[in-house]
Protein backbone atom coordinates (compact mmCIF):
# COMPACT_ATOMS: atom_id res chain seq x y z
CA UNK A 1 0.00 0.00 0.00
CA UNK A 2 1.18 3.43 -0.29
CA UNK A 3 -0.05 6.90 0.62
CA UNK A 4 0.76 10.23 -1.20
CA UNK A 5 3.47 12.76 0.57
CA UNK A 6 4.37 16.01 -1.25
CA UNK A 7 3.97 13.78 -5.23
CA UNK A 8 5.89 11.19 -3.82
CA UNK A 9 4.87 7.05 -2.91
CA UNK A 10 5.10 6.50 0.80
CA UNK A 11 4.94 2.31 1.01
CA UNK A 12 3.51 1.14 3.94
CA UNK A 13 2.36 -3.01 5.43
CA UNK A 14 -0.21 -3.12 7.60
CA UNK A 15 -0.35 -6.42 9.33
CA UNK A 16 -1.97 -7.85 12.47
CA UNK A 17 -4.83 -6.29 15.54
CA UNK A 18 -4.27 -4.68 18.65
CA UNK A 19 -2.11 -1.92 19.68
CA UNK A 20 -0.37 0.00 16.59
CA UNK A 21 3.48 -0.70 16.40
CA UNK A 22 5.17 1.14 14.27
CA UNK A 23 8.72 0.06 12.91
CA UNK A 24 11.02 2.51 11.29
CA UNK A 25 14.27 0.84 9.06
CA UNK A 26 17.26 1.98 9.13
CA UNK A 27 19.73 4.09 6.49
CA UNK A 28 20.01 1.17 2.93
CA UNK A 29 16.96 -0.89 5.07
CA UNK A 30 13.68 -1.22 4.09
CA UNK A 31 10.55 -2.78 5.28
CA UNK A 32 11.51 -6.31 4.87
CA UNK A 33 14.97 -5.68 7.58
CA UNK A 34 11.71 -6.70 10.33
CA UNK A 35 10.43 -9.63 8.46
CA UNK A 36 12.36 -12.53 10.96
CA UNK A 37 10.71 -10.58 13.87
CA UNK A 38 7.07 -10.23 12.21
CA UNK A 39 5.43 -13.54 13.09
CA UNK A 40 5.96 -13.25 16.65
CA UNK A 41 5.12 -9.02 16.82
CA UNK A 42 1.85 -9.52 14.63
CA UNK A 43 0.61 -12.01 17.22
CA UNK A 44 -0.57 -9.52 19.69
CA UNK A 45 -0.23 -6.16 17.64
CA UNK A 46 -1.16 -4.20 14.41
CA UNK A 47 2.06 -4.02 12.81
CA UNK A 48 2.93 -1.33 10.20
CA UNK A 49 5.93 -1.22 8.79
CA UNK A 50 7.11 1.79 6.87
CA UNK A 51 9.67 2.27 4.03
CA UNK A 52 11.08 5.76 4.59
CA UNK A 53 12.29 8.46 1.70
CA UNK A 54 14.38 7.41 -1.12
CA UNK A 55 14.40 3.98 0.34
CA UNK A 56 12.84 0.78 -0.62
CA UNK A 57 9.31 1.34 -2.66
CA UNK A 58 8.82 4.70 -1.58
CA UNK A 59 10.04 7.88 -3.57
CA UNK A 60 12.68 10.67 -3.01
CA UNK A 61 12.47 14.70 -2.52
CA UNK A 62 15.29 15.84 -4.10
CA UNK A 63 18.60 15.23 -2.56
CA UNK A 64 18.19 16.20 0.87
CA UNK A 65 16.17 14.43 2.87
CA UNK A 66 16.00 15.67 6.80
CA UNK A 67 15.13 14.17 9.61
CA UNK A 68 11.65 15.81 10.00
CA UNK A 69 10.47 15.28 6.10
CA UNK A 70 10.87 11.27 6.95
CA UNK A 71 8.95 11.90 9.75
CA UNK A 72 6.13 13.70 7.90
CA UNK A 73 6.02 10.74 5.67
CA UNK A 74 5.36 8.89 8.25
CA UNK A 75 2.44 11.19 9.34
CA UNK A 76 1.30 10.77 5.89
CA UNK A 77 0.57 6.75 6.81
CA UNK A 78 -0.32 7.50 10.19
CA UNK A 79 -3.35 9.79 9.17
CA UNK A 80 -4.62 7.75 6.60
CA UNK A 81 -4.65 4.26 8.75
CA UNK A 82 -6.24 6.84 11.49
CA UNK A 83 -3.64 5.53 14.06
CA UNK A 84 -3.46 7.11 17.90
CA UNK A 85 -1.30 5.52 20.48
CA UNK A 86 1.06 4.60 18.33
CA UNK A 87 4.51 3.33 19.32
CA UNK A 88 7.73 3.78 17.17
CA UNK A 89 10.32 1.06 17.36
CA UNK A 90 13.41 2.82 15.38
CA UNK A 91 16.34 1.19 14.11
CA UNK A 92 19.48 3.48 13.65
CA UNK A 93 17.76 5.95 10.70
CA UNK A 94 15.09 4.92 11.27
CA UNK A 95 15.52 5.86 15.27
CA UNK A 96 16.33 9.40 14.52
CA UNK A 97 12.66 9.50 12.40
CA UNK A 98 11.51 8.79 15.68
CA UNK A 99 13.03 11.48 17.48
CA UNK A 100 11.81 13.84 15.13
CA UNK A 101 8.33 12.60 14.85
CA UNK A 102 7.94 12.59 18.81
CA UNK A 103 9.18 16.46 18.67
CA UNK A 104 6.19 16.91 16.62
CA UNK A 105 3.31 14.74 17.94
CA UNK A 106 4.14 13.51 20.90
CA UNK A 107 0.42 13.46 21.61
CA UNK A 108 -0.13 10.56 19.31
CA UNK A 109 2.84 8.16 21.02
CA UNK A 110 2.01 5.74 23.63
CA UNK A 111 6.07 4.99 23.60
CA UNK A 112 9.15 5.21 21.47
CA UNK A 113 12.20 2.32 21.31
CA UNK A 114 15.13 3.25 19.23
CA UNK A 115 17.45 0.29 18.70
CA UNK A 116 21.06 0.94 17.82
CA UNK A 117 19.72 4.55 17.34
CA UNK A 118 20.84 7.80 19.65
CA UNK A 119 19.37 11.04 20.29
CA UNK A 120 22.20 12.56 20.06
CA UNK A 121 23.39 14.41 16.63
CA UNK A 122 25.88 13.57 14.51
CA UNK A 123 29.73 14.51 15.51
CA UNK A 124 31.98 16.87 13.51
CA UNK A 125 33.86 13.52 12.45
CA UNK A 126 30.56 11.42 11.50
CA UNK A 127 29.63 14.69 9.17
CA UNK A 128 32.89 14.50 7.61
CA UNK A 129 32.77 10.73 7.07
CA UNK A 130 29.32 11.40 5.35
CA UNK A 131 30.59 14.23 3.52
CA UNK A 132 33.42 11.96 1.88
CA UNK A 133 30.50 8.81 1.17
CA UNK A 134 28.42 11.41 -1.12
CA UNK A 135 31.00 12.46 -2.93
CA UNK A 136 32.22 8.85 -3.34
CA UNK A 137 28.71 7.54 -4.21
CA UNK A 138 28.62 9.43 -7.31
CA UNK A 139 31.14 7.19 -8.83
CA UNK A 140 31.87 4.45 -6.59
CA UNK A 141 28.80 3.75 -5.45
CA UNK A 142 28.40 -0.30 -5.10
CA UNK A 143 31.88 -0.36 -3.92
CA UNK A 144 30.92 2.10 -1.22
CA UNK A 145 27.80 0.22 -0.54
CA UNK A 146 29.51 -3.32 0.06
CA UNK A 147 32.18 -1.45 2.14
CA UNK A 148 29.97 0.42 4.42
CA UNK A 149 28.06 -2.51 4.86
CA UNK A 150 30.63 -5.23 5.86
CA UNK A 151 31.72 -3.17 8.11
CA UNK A 152 28.94 -3.19 10.88
CA UNK A 153 29.55 -6.74 11.07
CA UNK A 154 32.60 -8.10 13.36
CA UNK A 155 34.37 -10.95 11.34
CA UNK A 156 32.58 -13.60 13.72
CA UNK A 157 28.59 -12.32 12.98
CA UNK A 158 29.61 -12.13 9.26
CA UNK A 159 30.63 -15.81 9.57
CA UNK A 160 27.52 -16.86 11.43
CA UNK A 161 24.95 -15.02 9.70
CA UNK A 162 26.27 -14.69 6.12
CA UNK A 163 22.88 -15.38 4.24
CA UNK A 164 20.77 -12.92 6.65
CA UNK A 165 23.55 -10.30 5.50
CA UNK A 166 23.89 -11.38 1.86
CA UNK A 167 20.07 -10.57 1.65
CA UNK A 168 20.57 -7.28 3.27
CA UNK A 169 23.17 -6.17 1.25
CA UNK A 170 21.07 -6.86 -1.94
CA UNK A 171 18.52 -4.55 -0.53
CA UNK A 172 20.80 -1.86 0.19
CA UNK A 173 22.28 -2.21 -2.67
CA UNK A 174 18.43 -1.38 -4.19
CA UNK A 175 18.81 1.84 -2.95
CA UNK A 176 19.00 4.63 -5.43
CA UNK A 177 22.33 6.98 -5.17
CA UNK A 178 19.78 9.89 -4.90
CA UNK A 179 18.34 7.92 -1.71
CA UNK A 180 21.70 7.55 -0.38
CA UNK A 181 23.05 11.29 -0.48
CA UNK A 182 19.83 12.57 0.40
CA UNK A 183 19.25 10.48 3.36
CA UNK A 184 23.37 11.03 4.37
CA UNK A 185 22.93 14.99 4.16
CA UNK A 186 19.64 14.51 6.46
CA UNK A 187 21.58 12.51 8.98
CA UNK A 188 24.58 14.84 9.43
CA UNK A 189 22.19 18.02 9.77
CA UNK A 190 19.76 16.72 12.32
CA UNK A 191 18.77 17.92 15.95
CA UNK A 192 19.90 16.98 18.87
CA UNK A 193 17.31 15.44 20.49
CA UNK A 194 18.21 14.98 24.05
CA UNK A 195 15.95 17.69 25.52
CA UNK A 196 13.12 15.84 23.28
CA UNK A 197 13.84 12.38 24.86
CA UNK A 198 14.22 13.60 28.75
CA UNK A 199 11.11 15.27 28.41
CA UNK A 200 9.03 12.78 27.11
CA UNK A 201 6.33 11.31 29.21
CA UNK A 202 5.76 8.39 27.50
CA UNK A 203 7.32 4.98 27.89
CA UNK A 204 10.94 5.20 26.21
CA UNK A 205 13.70 2.10 25.42
CA UNK A 206 16.99 1.98 23.99
CA UNK A 207 18.26 -1.23 23.26
CA UNK A 208 22.03 -0.93 21.90
CA UNK A 209 24.77 -3.58 20.83
CA UNK A 210 27.91 -4.30 23.50
CA UNK A 211 30.62 -3.55 20.22
CA UNK A 212 28.49 -0.89 18.16
CA UNK A 213 30.94 1.64 16.66
CA UNK A 214 28.42 4.10 15.69
CA UNK A 215 26.74 4.13 18.26
CA UNK A 216 28.36 3.89 21.70
CA UNK A 217 26.52 1.93 24.21
CA UNK A 218 28.35 2.60 27.86
CA UNK A 219 28.40 6.57 26.62
CA UNK A 220 24.48 5.94 26.33
CA UNK A 221 24.13 4.48 29.44
CA UNK A 222 25.54 6.63 31.20
CA UNK A 223 23.83 10.00 29.71
CA UNK A 224 20.03 8.23 29.39
CA UNK A 225 19.46 5.12 31.17
CA UNK A 226 17.55 6.83 34.29
CA UNK A 227 15.28 8.34 31.69
CA UNK A 228 14.45 4.90 29.68
CA UNK A 229 11.79 2.67 30.99
CA UNK A 230 13.43 0.02 29.57
CA UNK A 231 17.70 0.62 28.42
CA UNK A 232 19.21 -2.87 27.06
CA UNK A 233 22.96 -3.33 26.07
CA UNK A 234 22.61 -6.79 24.11
CA UNK A 235 25.84 -8.71 22.78
CA UNK A 236 26.66 -7.12 19.13
CA UNK A 237 27.58 -4.42 17.01
CA UNK A 238 24.93 -1.89 14.94
CA UNK A 239 22.81 -4.63 13.08
CA UNK A 240 21.48 -6.33 16.09
CA UNK A 241 18.04 -7.43 14.55
CA UNK A 242 20.75 -9.82 12.15
CA UNK A 243 23.53 -10.77 14.45
CA UNK A 244 21.34 -11.38 17.45
CA UNK A 245 17.72 -11.49 16.51
CA UNK A 246 16.37 -13.43 19.36
CA UNK A 247 17.82 -11.44 22.35
CA UNK A 248 16.14 -7.94 20.09
CA UNK A 249 12.91 -9.71 19.73
CA UNK A 250 13.01 -10.67 24.05
CA UNK A 251 13.65 -6.86 24.19
CA UNK A 252 11.53 -5.26 22.18
CA UNK A 253 8.33 -7.57 23.51
CA UNK A 254 9.55 -6.50 26.90
CA UNK A 255 9.54 -3.24 25.97
CA UNK A 256 5.74 -3.28 24.18
CA UNK A 257 4.17 -4.90 27.68
CA UNK A 258 5.50 -2.24 29.91
CA UNK A 259 2.98 -0.23 31.92
CA UNK A 260 3.57 3.77 31.52
Known sequence: ?????????????DQGKGAPVVLLHGFLEEHSMWSSLMNDLVSRHRVIRIDLLGHGQSGHLGYIHSMEDMAEA????????????????????????????????????AGICLLNATPLPDTPERK?????????????????????????????????????????LSKALQTPVQ?????????????????????LSIKKAMILGRTDWIV??????????SYCDLFDIIEGGHMSHIS????VLKAIQQFLFLEK
Open 216 to 225: DAQLHKDKFE
Open 74 to 109: VKCVIDILQLNNITLIGHSMGGYVSCAFAKAYPEIL
Open 244 to 247: NQKC
Open 1 to 13: MTCNYKGVPIFYT
Open 128 to 168: QLRKRANHMAQSQYEALVRMSFVNLFDPMARQAHQPAIDMA
Open 179 to 199: GYIAANKGMAIRDNYTTVWKN
